[in-house]
């Protein structure tokens, strides 16, 4: 994304704060694109609730409550020593510890952190978990890298972060680049440094290590089960319907995975060097072990599966589809793919990803009657049972995986029909852009009314 995004005109009672925001924080889009997008949703909540101006909730909701940016050395396989940046938003603390993932990828920087701990805010309020907003992560890449050498960074890496963290003040889950591997040598290297077996500090652990069931699978099966939420309204479901997913990594895989339990055929997945196309269906045995123990490139899904076809050129949107659940990073899904998707035919999108459509994108599905759940409702499974796991770690209680899964079914529905009725209440039946931000924004307003100016 560029910085000269084209953003709609907003309200005069939003518009000195998002002024303010650009001034302060310029040359970072990214979180200028999510600031934006929830701003425009609730210009109509403050003129009904005038307590919210007059409270400064804005001005004090854009800044987050700390940012912690430092080095990170470590030593490579070959002896070298290797610097990069790490970081950790903590936007804010007002219904609980903050809580959100850390991402390890090249791209990472400063705005990108931000707009996901800006997210991360309002996601975690619709779950009504309890837990607060933040985000983290580094520039460091672990694909290619050895055991030894993400070992290495993860340890360099908490022994600076140890020191802002904790059960009852922020715990950070994985995201892109952080999965079991990174999640186990991050938490050992706590739990050392800080003389303190707290399990309920880092969330995405190990089943045998205080991880709870159903957490590596939420985020993908949450999307589905938002975007089953959707379709219901409309009486229909994921049955018999040809469903496109972007991405390889563990939102696409459960997306897939749970897709297909409903009944439905999931026909893409992709990586940075291309996509697949499988009209069979994506085989996820051969795709987890290409992706999850191989670390391989998709190319090689194609090379094993007769009934398979990779296409390095072009976009996973191209595809014709009935339902698209964008997993692979923000700003993937552009204005003219959107439009493509639209002219094949799709019939809902469901944002597997954190915003991965860009705001043209999400204007083109809504104007031509897509239903369109944005990743503020529909990723915020894997944040909501990462609270579940918080609870269990808390009470020292291990639930069954169904028992996991139902209640993350349940928290979606309770998401989903939030995010519906605020709509509606004002003004925007459908809206579930409009009405995720609204319900969300409404909960964390509240609380800082309530709690005075801090």
């Known amino acids: 994304m560029t910085e000269t995004i084209d953003f709609h005109p907003l309200a005069a009672s939003v518009q000195p704060v998002f002024t303010t925001v650009l001034d302060r924080s310029p040359h970072e889009p990214e979180f200028h694109q999510a600031v934006h997008e929830v701003l425009h949703s609730i210009a109509p909540v403050l003129e009904e609730h005038p307590e919210y101006v007059e409270g400064g909730i804005l001005e004090r909701l854009v800044e987050p409550e700390r940012q912690i940016m430092f080095r990170v050395p470590w030593v490579d396989d070959a002896g070298r020593l290797q610097v990069n940046r790490g970081y950790r938003i903590q936007f804010s603390s007002v219904l609980g510890p903050y809580k959100g993932g850390l991402r390890f990828h090249p791209s990472v920087n400063l705005s990108i952190i931000k707009f996901l701990g800006f997210e991360q805010i309002f996601k975690n309020a619709l779950t009504g978990q309890g837990i607060g907003g933040g985000k983290g992560g580094s520039d460091f890449d672990p694909h290619g890298r050895s055991d030894a050498e993400v070992m290495r960074f993860c340890q ?90 972007s991405g390889s990594g563990n939102v696409a895989i459960y997306a897939i995975e749970k897709a297909t339990q409903l009944g439905a055929t999931a026909v893409t997945a992709s990586d940075s060097s291309g996509y697949v196309v499988d009209d069979a269906g994506i085989d996820l045995a051969l795709l987890r072990q290409l992706k999850e123990v191989e670390r391989a490139r998709i190319v090689e899904y194609a090379n094993r599966r007769p009934s398979a076809r990779f296409v390095e050129n072009g976009s996973v949107w191209d595809v014709p589809v009935d339902i698209a659940i964008p997993s692979a990073t923000q700003n993937e899904v ?48 894997g944040v909501a049972t990462s609270a579940l796991e918080m609870s269990q770690n808390a009470s020292r209680q291990r639930w069954s995986f169904a028992d996991s899964e139902n209640k993350l079914r349940e928290i979606m529905g309770d998401i989903h029909d939030a995010a519906f009725r605020a709509a509606e209440r004002y003004g925007t039946p459908g809206d579930y852009v409009a009405g995720a931000n609204i319900a969300g924004f409404e909960r964390v307003a509240n609380a800082m009314l309530a709690q005075g100016v801090i």
């Open 156 to 245: 360099s890496f908490m022994n600076e972060l140890y020191r802002h963290l904790g059960e009852h003040t922020d715990v950070p889950a994985g995201d892109i680049g952080v999965g079991g591997r990174e999640i186990g040598y991050l938490f050992g290297q706590y739990r050392k440094v800080t003389n303190r077996h707290e399990s309920g500090m880092f969330t995405g652990k190990g089943t045998g290590w205080g991880g709870a069931e159903v957490r590596t699978e939420a985020t993908g099966y949450g999307a589905v089960f938002f975007a089953q939420e959707m379709l219901a309204v409309h009486n229909e479901s994921f049955e018999g319907k040809r469903v496109g997913i």
């Open 334 to 381: 552009s204005a003219a793919e959107a439009q493509t998707l639209i002219a094949n035919g799709v019939r809902a999108v469901s944002e597997g990803a954190n915003m991965p459509c860009v705001p043209e994108a999400v204007d083109a599905f809504q104007k031509a009657g897509v239903l369109f759940a944005p990743g503020k409702a529909a990723n915020a499974g």
